[in-house]
T-cell receptor, first 113, second 116 residues
Framework: GENVEQHPSTLSVQEGDSAVIKCTYS??????FPWYKQELGKGPQLIID?????GEKKDQRIAVTLNKTAKHFSLHITETQPEDSAVYFC????????????FGDGTTLTVKP | DTEVTQTPKHLVMGMTNKKSLKCEQH?????MYWYKQKAKKPPELMFV???????INESVPSRFSPECPNSSLLNLHLHALQPEDSALYLC???????????????FGPGTRLTVL
């Protein structure tokens, strides 16, 4: 089955700096890669996703890149703000069965004011 | 209405109790999910309903029994749970389970379950 590894497990940055979280996956059939943000006491929230037919996707301060050959994808947050502090999960799934996403173990991001 | 609601927010139950968790969405989504999340871990998929039919059961013990009464509601019936079942139970929904572009999942806030 699919295996997703996520690094780092914790990340601390100063407000205004950039943050990068990396994930690798094992199943070459995976072609859908969502990223979730989970704040304390809340459910995960989809913040961005990418499908394997594109290499990069951007939404304001958030971007995701995908390298299918190397089987890795990354989340980039620029101009970080304290409200970006949360746990971030990457996931990988076969597009036609996205209900069975395999999650990474999560990254706790702390943005210091 | 663009949210998934879950009740109750917190639940404490004994090992002999029977209780139910409820999930509701009014986005017209036809796929609904139950996840279990332990502290500092990612969500683990338990069940998926697609068009009100159970599509995925991730080998969940029978003490957890899902039910989808209609396209907006999802229940999780609990009976004879163990202390290790204590966790955050998350419900999610998506427009469709398999159609690309329609399978983004929207999560509810979860029910924090404690089994004594």
């Amino acid at each position: 089955g699919e295996n997703v590894e996520q690094h780092p497990s914790t990340l601390s940055v100063q407000e205004g700096d950039s943050a990068v979280i990396k994930c690798t996956y094992s199943d070459s059939a995976s072609n859908y890669f969502p990223w979730y943000k989970q704040e304390l006491g809340k459910g995960p929230q989809l913040i961005i996703d990418i499908r394997s037919n594109v290499g990069e996707k951007k939404d304001q301060r958030i971007a995701v890149t995908l390298n299918k050959t190397a089987k890795h994808f990354s989340l980039h947050i620029t101009e970080t703000q304290p409200e970006d502090s949360a746990v971030y999960f990457c996931a990988a799934a076969v597009n036609t069965n996205a209900g069975k996403s395999t999650f990474g173990d999560g990254t706790t991001l702390t943005v210091k004011p | 209405d663009t949210e998934v609601t879950q009740t109750p927010k917190h639940l404490v139950m004994g090992m002999t109790n029977k209780k139910s968790l409820k999930c509701e969405q009014h986005m017209g989504h036809r796929a609904m999910y139950w996840y279990k999340q332990k502290a500092k871990k990612p969500p683990e998929l338990m069940f998926v309903y697609s068009y009100e039919k159970l599509s995925i059961n991730e080998s969940v013990p029978s003490r957890f029994s899902p039910e989808c009464p209609n396209s907006s509601l999802l229940n999780l019936h609990l009976h004879a749970l163990q202390p290790e079942d204590s966790a955050l139970y998350l419900c999610a929904s998506s427009q469709d389970m398999v159609v690309a572009g329609l399978n983004e999942q929207f999560f509810g806030p979860g029910t924090r379950l404690t089994v004594l």
